[in-house]
DNA sequence: GATAAAACGGAGAGTGTCTCCGTATAGATA
DNA sequence: TATCTATACGGAGACACTCTCCGTTTTATC
């Protein structure tokens, strides 16, 4: 039986500011970091403070949503990767495009700390994203016999958040790729 | 010939205020993270802001401050491992220690991420020790065959600040120690 | 067109940052 | 010890950001 839900179509006024706040919301975290002024997201989307306040009701519940579309396609991207190449490579390819995705960004160090279970328990709907992804990624390739039985893909996704993390400096697309090799031969089996 | 320094012996209370200032400064940024209040530290260490502000002029500038008794140790310790130590035996312990120290601290973030030539330029002295450490420690392990000659250091601690940032999860210090022990086996020479 | 639910917006209180400058004091000098 | 002045102090206050509250406006519906 269908629950009833007499409630009348969302207003679409308020769709479209939301919409608008996010897109602005992302070019300026992009900008000038995690602590953009939201009073400044506020006036640029053209909306009222409370307006941005009440779409989005903390700082941490706006990074999370700017940043949901981007863990989306990672979480797509995975299935992809599996489906078209083996274990080792489909690893690999998702953790580089990883911090491809997050990394760019300027609005990793908050969003991504709570990913690993950080201080504030927010951002759940990704990490489970993301954590599913990572998951997938790895026991395929142990069972593939490729990595170590003993891995934890939680380990990893933590190694590559902090690559991410690094990722401010000049030439970070070369260290990371170095870096994920490294993590991918330290993970791999003993001969 | 010496510089004419006519310059008399420094207030004695200055310095004390420093030191004051320094110590207030640790417990609360290890308390509530890198954002404590600047005015509340003041306030606690008994001296105005405008002292604050006329010792460390920038919140970074006191960040780093505290934080540079801290990679003092680092620089001591990596002498001392090398001294007594195997080549990966005393990189592993420094990594080991690295995590430790920094990552326990709160401080984090905003440190380490210029430490590895993040976008502000500071921190010059402290990044300086923390390179030399790992310079030396991965070239000896080079040296020794018990590293991969094409392995950078750098890469090796932009890793480590990584497993750093990310260790506010509960169980951290377990998750840093495999981590570690991946990034080494991924270094070391291909048998 | 009338109605009420839904959404807006911006003034303003609360808090933090950082500066400016009048006041206080430690160290030099005699 | 008394005096002098470079040095340092402190906190009021201007400015910036966060977030809420509530009177006003707009939308969907009938």
């Not at 970091?33 to 909306?47: H, K, Q, Y």
């Not at 994203?129 to 990572?134: D, E, F, L, T």
Request: aromatic share 6%; proline share 5%.
């Amino acid at each position: 039986m269908a629950v009833k839900t007499p409630t009348r179509k969302p207003r679409a006024d308020a769709q479209q500011n939301r919409e608008r706040i996010l897109e602005v919301a992302k070019k300026e975290f992009t900008r000038s970091g995690p602590n953009a002024s939201l009073d400044d997201i506020a006036r640029e989307a053209a909306v009222g403070a409370g307006t941005l306040y009440r779409h989005f009701p903390t700082r941490d519940a706006l990074i999370e949503a700017v940043y949901r579309t981007e863990v989306e396609k990672l979480a797509a991207a995975q299935k992809k990767f599996s489906e078209t190449m083996c274990p080792i490579d489909s690893l690999r390819a998702w953790m580089l495009l990883f911090v491809d995705y997050i990394a760019a960004k300027q609005i990793i160090a908050p969003a991504l700390n709570s990913l690993v279970g950080g201080p504030t328990k927010l951002y759940e709907g990704s990490r489970g994203q993301i954590q599913g992804a990572i998951d997938a990624l790895v026991h395929r390739a142990i069972k593939s016999g490729d990595l170590r039985k003993d891995l934890e893909p939680f380990d990893l996704l933590r190694a590559l958040i902090g690559v991410s993390y690094v990722a401010s400096s000049p030439d970070w697309r070369q260290s990371a790729k170095r870096l994920v090799d490294i993590l991918i031969t330290g993970s791999r089996t003993a001969k």
